[in-house]
């Protein structure tokens, strides 16, 4: 199709975001899509030919190049090589695949777990394998874009909550039919904002409504709880989450996603998920990868200590330079600009200092609430810390958004 001679729906949104980008571009503010050259120790990096404190990873324990992680996925390279001979229920599944997905359910402490190639996928497949036309969806209004499209894909009713909003969710439950299927969905850590579900409310709103209740602890595993294993063990509960979600992609350094829970609940998502039906099994060195860093996680408890010591500091700091960090308790730091020049220009500022931030705008948050969304892990080193929190100082004050 020739784009330019075509006038549609379609080639109006293209159109219209070229637009949005080439303007990005012409003021220089364009951030996005920027590869790094190599990964350095104390969580730096090179871009550009330039070296640069790394303030976006989501490699929160500071796993990715872990030597006994690489070793294992090497390991499974020279056992199975690169690829599956396919989907999972043909002729894909790996011995692999069975030992990653019984070390979630051990670290999770459920019966079983199943895994897909992506931590989107897993949330698109599972929420649109369980809910269906008529059923009712509650889903938290920041909730990650993979949890919105998966309830619409499912064809449930979709309602949503006022952000972490208790109260609202217990007027919208109370409002639906009692003799309909309901599942309640949020985050445990938000991944814009940083702060972290009431899960003791929802679980007992979920319970008195007969819901499910599902939690994406995708920014929560390896950094919440005392041992890292999550959103229970940070809120001292047992096993009360029906549908436990997470991804490989971000503690764990390598891709896909997972859900654990009942057997009966997976049983059903291994012969009813479409993802799992009709997508090629993870490969080999991810799933090997995945599976040695769930136990690294645990073996390795002083990274956990070092990411908490790491975020009070970044969290203190920037607040007591007069930033507003909104909610936030974990390693996840908004930095509030407000529109989104301002986030452009702050993001700017800090990377022309080698600071490795990234800038947050709508429609990925609300208008008015852009952002710097800055992000520590277990491996930068406290001095560092003190020197990208100066940087982020100095060009705040500039701008005038500090004193
Ligand atoms: C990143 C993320 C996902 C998607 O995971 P991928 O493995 O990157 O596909 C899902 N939910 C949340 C909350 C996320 O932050």
């Not at 609430?369 to 940087?391: C, F, G, Q, W």
Request: proline share 3%.
């Amino acid at each position: 199709m020739d784009f330019h001679s075509v006038d549609n729906n379609s080639t109006r949104r293209i159109a219209a975001l070229k637009q949005r980008v080439d303007e990005i571009k012409k003021h220089d503010f364009y951030f996005y899509n920027q590869a790094v050259e190599e990964m350095l120790p104390d969580s730096k990096v090179r871009v550009n030919g330039r070296v640069m404190g790394m303030y976006a990873s989501y490699s929160y324990l500071g796993l990715v190049g872990h030597p006994r992680i690489n070793e294992a996925a090497k390991r499974a390279v020279d056992k199975f090589g690169t690829g599956t001979n396919g989907v999972r229920t043909l002729a894909g599944t790996l011995t692999i695949h069975n030992e990653l997905e019984e070390t979630i359910s051990n670290f999770k402490h459920t019966e079983s777990a199943i895994t897909y190639t992506s931590g989107y996928v897993t949330n698109l497949t599972t929420i649109s394998s369980l809910m269906g036309r008529g059923d009712y969806v509650f889903s938290d209004k920041i909730n990650h874009a993979s949890i919105v499209d998966g309830c619409l894909m499912s064809g449930a009713e979709f309602r949503r909550f006022r952000h972490n909003d208790m109260e609202h969710l217990e007027g919208l439950l109370k409002n639906a039919p009692a003799d309909v299927s309901k599942l309640v969905i949020a985050d445990s850590v938000f991944s814009m904002d940083g702060d972290i579900i009431d899960l003791p409310k929802i679980v007992e709103l979920s319970k008195k409504y007969n819901a499910w209740l599902m939690i994406d602890e995708a920014h929560s595993v390896g950094v919440l709880g005392k041992r890292g294993t999550g959103i229970e063990e940070h809120f001292g509960m047992g096993d009360v989450i029906d549908i436990k979600m997470g991804t490989l992609s971000k503690t764990i350094p390598s891709v896909g996603g997972y859900v654990a829970g009942k057997k009966e609940l997976i049983d059903y998502l291994r012969h009813g998920s479409r993802a799992y039906i009709f997508s090629a099994a993870l490969p080999p060195a991810q799933a090997a990868a995945a599976n040695e860093a769930f136990k690294v996680i645990l073996d390795e408890p002083e990274r956990l200590d070092r990411l908490n010591a790491n975020t009070q500091q970044f969290i203190g700091g920037l607040k007591s330079m007069g930033f507003d960090t909104l909610l936030t308790e974990t390693a996840i730091v908004p930095v509030l600009c407000g529109t989104d020049e301002k986030a452009f220009e702050l993001t700017k500022r800090c990377q022309e200092q080698d600071v490795f931030v990234l800038p947050v705008v709508s429609p990925a948050v609300q208008e008015g609430l852009s952002r710097l969304r800055a992000t520590v892990t277990a491996a930068h080193n406290p001095a560092d810390i003190e020197h990208a929190m100066d940087v982020i100082y100095q060009a705040g004050k500039a701008m005038g958004m500090v004193k």
